[in-house]
């Protein structure tokens, strides 16, 4: 297996298709969850660099994402949390860290919450137990929606995805496919919309003060900024006083694509024992 390479993993669970890449590697395991609409390859960089660290690497296509299967009917976050113990459990992942951006990092903490003997520490890139946004399906609905599909090239959704970010758009336009003479999204808007159900309902403290493994937080700090605010995370502090945070200068959203080194970087510091 040279540097750049991984190996495509399947598993099936009540039917519904989940893809993984299998970077492979030696050491504790690693397992990497992408946001909404995303995929498993827009973490390539940072699979990369945490296996050439030492980790074993496994980065899943959620349900409804990439190569996974496009239109389950379930999209509860409890479905999510099923997947990923089933992956961790067919592909013997022994308390893997659980790494997630956005949607990818609430369904990590929800499955560290549910079920506190499978992780050993928790990374939440961009996410946190949130609060009830009744407007956020229809605003990301909308947006998703609106892209100008089909793209006509590479360049073309680089430069859509990413708003001036080439590093951002390289990541969102990975995971697109080619087909009737376009690049098409691998997801299906209403699947995502329906995804966000529950998030746009009701916050997670509860889950959240049920976390038992350590967590580190890192979010963007930058001109674009993230999503979580300081109010936020300030209460993600209040209840968890051991809570490890950083935020990385210049990044917004996408901190994975904008700076897979730092965010490598930040992971190994904070699971170097002290």
């Not at 956005?102 to 939440?124: D, I, K, N, W, Y």
């Not at 990975?174 to 998030?199: K, Q, T």
């Not at 945070?245 to 510091?269: A, F, K, Q, Y």
Request: charged fraction near 25%.
């Amino acid at each position: 297996m040279d540097s750049s390479s991984w190996s495509e993993r399947v598993v099936v669970r009540d039917g519904v298709r989940l893809v993984c890449r299998d970077w492979g590697g030696a050491g504790s395991d690693v397992l990497l969850l992408h946001g909404l609409a995303g995929h498993a390859g827009e973490w390539d960089a940072t699979a990369r660099l945490l296996r050439d660290a030492g980790h074993r690497v496994v980065a899943l296509d959620q349900r409804g994402h990439g190569g996974s299967e496009r239109r389950p009917e379930d999209a509860s976050r409890a479905a999510y949390v099923a997947d990923v113990v089933a992956v961790v459990s067919e592909l013997g992942l022994e308390q893997p860290v659980l790494v997630g951006q956005s949607l990818g990092g609430h369904t990590a903490f929800l499955t560290a919450a549910a079920h506190p003997e499978l992780a050993r520490a928790l990374v939440l890139v961009e996410a946190g137990p949130g609060g009830a946004e009744p407007g956020t399906q229809e605003g990301v609905g909308g947006w998703l929606k609106g892209w100008p599909v089909p793209f006509a090239s590479r360049r073309e959704a680089v430069a859509y995805l990413g708003d001036g970010k080439d590093a951002v758009g390289e990541g969102w336009a990975s995971g697109l496919e080619e087909r009737d003479g376009g690049l098409w999204p691998r997801f299906d808007p209403e699947f995502m919309v329906r995804s966000l159900d529950e998030v746009a309902a009701r916050a997670f403290w509860e889950e959240w003060d049920a976390v038992a493994c350590p967590v580190l937080s890192v979010v963007g700090e930058g001109a674009q900024g993230g999503i979580i605010g300081g109010e936020e995370y300030a209460e993600m502090a209040r209840l968890r006083p051991e809570l490890h945070g950083s935020s990385v200068p210049g990044t917004g959203h996408d901190v994975h694509l904008e700076r897979p080194g730092v965010l490598c970087r930040l992971i190994g510091d904070f699971l170097r024992p002290q």
